[in-house]
């Protein structure tokens, strides 16, 4: 058994500004890097309007689609655009991580890697942002629960930026625990350690700026411990790579055996539950591709 990789070229058609971090070129270094993997590489499809109603209401879907430009690109807030073809792979990138969740719950794996642009961890109910327009692990967290019946899921996020969308959507939800590292101080402001969720059920880890991977994991480790006592049945991660470095929009100090060390104290703490990961972030394209590689390889390990 190996890891499935959920991926679409519709994600070199979301095309930004030049000189935008979030760019095209993300996803080539992604897609090079996995590239000779021996995994079980799948089309992400697009996912039904219902499924992104399960987070965001419709009159914020119609609103996007309305937005959409027949030509060029339209910002739509101060750092995310769109163009004619950026809703599909963000459609798109739902449906991989929606048809992740139904392949690893149905044991055809056990563990998926969702590569689609743009991000959606800072997609809040009704308002873009952060170069995201749908809260994908938000929304896959939500078909496992109502969809599939469960009523233990983990989300993890160790993107640089807080998953303030995440966050704002899984508020309420007492099903989810919520773990989240985050430098602070850095945009978008929020993640503070105060910050608890509506049942105590979020748990963040502002990490100050220069913090290297050792500091970070050992933060890491406090906290999946409670995932741990949780006994999750599913494990969703927000894998942004941003706190690389190398990365110019943060000032972190990982490397990329960091993400790995990382990625095998979750699967650890996971305790043999199925695993999703879906891209975040990353900036520096060498940088994202060694990372999502010792990410990916670690998934691997585990799933021979």
């Known amino acids: 058994m190996t890891v499935i990789l959920y991926s679409h070229d519709s994600a070199r058609r ?48 119609q609103g996007l689609r309305d937005a959409v430009p027949q030509a060029g ?3 739509i807030d101060a750092d995310t655009h769109l163009s004619p073809g950026s809703l599909e792979p963000a459609l798109r990138a739902v449906g991989g991580a929606c048809a992740a969740v139904d392949a690893v719950l149905a044991g055809e794996a056990r563990a998926a890697f969702v590569a689609m642009r743009p991000p959606g961890h800072h997609a809040e109910t009704a308002t873009s942002m952060g170069f995201c327009l749908f809260g994908t692990v938000a929304i896959a967290a939500k078909r496992a629960l109502d969809h599939h019946g469960l009523d ?34 850095l945009w978008p402001g ?74 095998r104290e979750i699967l650890d703490a996971a305790g043999g539950a199925p695993v999703v990961s879906c891209l975040e972030g990353g900036y520096d394209l060498q940088a994202l591709g060694r990372s999502v590689r010792a990410h990916v390889d670690v998934l691997m390990e585990a799933a021979k």
């Open 14 to 61: 979301h095309v930004t500004p030049d000189g935008h971090p979030e760019q095209v070129a993300r996803f080539d270094a992604v897609m090079a890097a996995l590239e000779g993997l021996p995994l079980d590489r799948r089309e992400a499809p697009v996912t039904p309007d219902a499924e992104i109603l399960r987070c965001h209401p419709a009159a914020y879907l």
């Open 73 to 75: 690109t339209r910002q």
């Open 152 to 185: 233990r899921v983990a989300v993890l996020d160790f993107d640089v930026h807080h998953g303030n969308g995440t966050q704002d959507l899984l508020w309420d939800e007492a099903r989810v625990l919520f773990i989240t590292s985050q430098q602070s101080p």
């Open 190 to 263: 929020t993640g503070g350690a105060s910050e608890r969720g509506a049942h105590g059920q979020v748990v963040n880890l502002p990490l100050p700026p220069g913090t290297d991977g050792a500091l970070a994991l050992s933060e890491w480790r406090g906290a999946l411990a409670r995932m741990r006592d949780l006994a999750p049945q599913l494990v969703l991660i927000s894998a942004g790579f941003d706190a690389h470095r190398d990365d110019p929009l943060a000032q972190l100090d990982w490397d990329d055996e960091d993400y790995a060390a990382l990625t």
